[in-house]
């Protein structure tokens, strides 16, 4: 197979542009605000992606004073400094080590659920790869919301969790940009594997 026609998808096409054709990640941002309504938009559509046993575990910090942002400014890779000081709001994202402390609240079909957690290195693992999934669902939702998205993996981390996440139990793992496109906003489309490329029909 080598093309594939988009009229099998059931989402219309405005919106099918809106969250993945057309979205581009933004590298400046204007000085249009972005209101707390449309944060919580956002999490409300983001909440709903699945994760491992409903676990969770992202946590968000909402960056937006300009004192906070001078304290994350400076644990931003030199290249991601300037976007983050443009955009109105920025996501600290991290995930909860101890996640499995809300599985009675969200999965209570399974009494103990929480049980099944006792090493902290499994916790870790599942905490980061599950925060992640949140993540792709919470850069669709942003880009729901008619918002544009910068993720940025240049942090320091160590860094980051001390100034936002001093309790010890919240790991970062991403910082994303969020507001609408300011100055020159895009770098060239980069290429994208083909289906092809990717998928292994059997
Ligand atoms: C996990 C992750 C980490 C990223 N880290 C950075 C970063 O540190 N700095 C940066 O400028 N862009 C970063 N990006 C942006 C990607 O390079 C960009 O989203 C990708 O090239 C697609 O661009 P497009 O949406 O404009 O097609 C990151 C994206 C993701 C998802």
Do not use: C
Not at 29 to 44: A, H, K, N
Not at 108 to 136: C, M, S, T, Y
Not at 173 to 183: A, F, K, T
Request: no cysteine.
């Amino acid at each position: 197979m080598t093309t594939i026609d988009a009229r099998p998808l059931a989402l219309d096409d405005n919106a099918a542009d809106l969250l993945f054709r057309d979205a581009r990640t933004a590298n400046s941002f204007s000085d249009e605000p972005v209101t707390d309504e449309q944060l919580q938009s956002i999490y409300e559509l983001t909440k709903f992606g699945p994760t491992l046993m409903n676990a969770q575990p992202l946590r968000v910090v909402a960056v937006r004073s300009g004192d906070a942002k001078n304290r994350l400014l400076p644990h931003m890779a030199e290249g991601n400094r300037a976007k983050t000081g443009s955009a109105p709001v920025t996501l600290v994202l991290g995930y909860d080590v101890d996640f499995h402390e809300q599985l009675d609240k969200t999965f209570p079909h399974v009494p103990g659920a929480k049980d099944r957690f006792p090493d902290e290195g499994v916790r870790h693992g599942i905490g980061r790869d599950n925060a992640f999934l949140q993540i792709g669902y919470l850069i669709l939702a942003i880009r729901a919301a008619g918002l544009a998205a910068g993720p940025m993996g240049g942090f320091d981390r160590e860094g980051v969790d001390t100034e936002f996440f001093p309790d010890g139990r919240t790991k970062s793992v991403l910082v994303v940009n969020i507001g609408n496109p300011g100055d020159n906003p895009w770098l060239d489309r980069l290429p994208r594997l083909t289906y092809d490329d990717v998928v292994t029909e059997l």
